[in-house]
Structure formats: structure tokens, C-alpha cells
């Protein structure tokens, strides 16, 4: 089994580090992926060579991640050096996992463990 993901965007903040209950610290910052693509794209031919015509119109979708860092070594170069806007690649696993809110809500949480 493989369970790896690999990620190429922007800081959308400034890490921060956190440390529950005793427990080994975590960076933790949120990156976003952008995703593009045209609609409504034609083609015309005329004799040997190809056009495009109405080229459409261009949606974009921005998808957010949140990245957790847990290696001693990566979390603190994380936290020193990485600054929101920042373009960074990331490359680690998916979690899923499930937590309670401050309104004892249960909620579902999807983080990258770089």
C-alpha cells in the first residue's frame, strides 16, 4: 500500500507551532493548489493547419491543505524560514482523523503530514 501526496503552492499563513498536552511540538500551516481550466473550447480546420476558436472561458479552483510537520529537524526549519505567500513544494501523506470542536461538535479533519 502507498499512501503519499505530493503539493505545489502557496503559504496562505505564517506557520505556527503547537504542543498539546506534553506531546511532541507540530508546525502547522495551510497551502493552497490552484487548478485551472478552459470551457467551451472548438476547433476549426482550414486545409492543413488546426484553430482554435472560442476559446471559452478560464475557471479556476483553489483547494486548501493544512500541512503538519512533525520531524524534529523539517518543524523548525518550517517555522524559522517559511512566510505566508511563500511558493513551496510538499511532499508527505494523507491523514484523516476526527476531532471535537470548542462547541463539543464532532468534526472530520483531512491534514498532509509532510
Known amino acids: 500500500a502507498m499512501n503519499r501526496v505530493q503539493l505545489l503552492g ?3 499563513q505564517d506557520p505556527i507551532m503547537r504542543q ?3 506531546k511532541n511540538p507540530v508546525t502547522i500551516f495551510s497551502l493552497a493548489t490552484n487548478e485551472m481550466w478552459r470551457t467551451g473550447e472548438s476547433e476549426v480546420t482550414q486545409g492543413a493547419l ?3 476558436c ?3 472561458d478560464i475557471s479556476q479552483k483553489t483547494t486548501w491543505h493544512r500541512i503538519s510537520v512533525f520531524r524534529p529537524g523539517l518543524r523548525d526549519v518550517t517555522y524559522q524560514y517559511v512566510k505566508k505567500g511563500a511558493r513551496l513544494y510538499v511532499e508527505g501523506k494523507i491523514d ?3 476531532y471535537t470542536d470548542k462547541n463539543n461538535v464532532r468534526r472530520q479533519a483531512t491534514t498532509i503530514i509532510a
Open 10 to 12: 502557496r503559504v496562505g
Open 20 to 22: 498539546v498536552d506534553g
Open 50 to 52: 488546426l484553430f482554435f
Open 54 to 56: 472560442n476559446l471559452g
Open 96 to 98: 484523516y482523523g476526527e
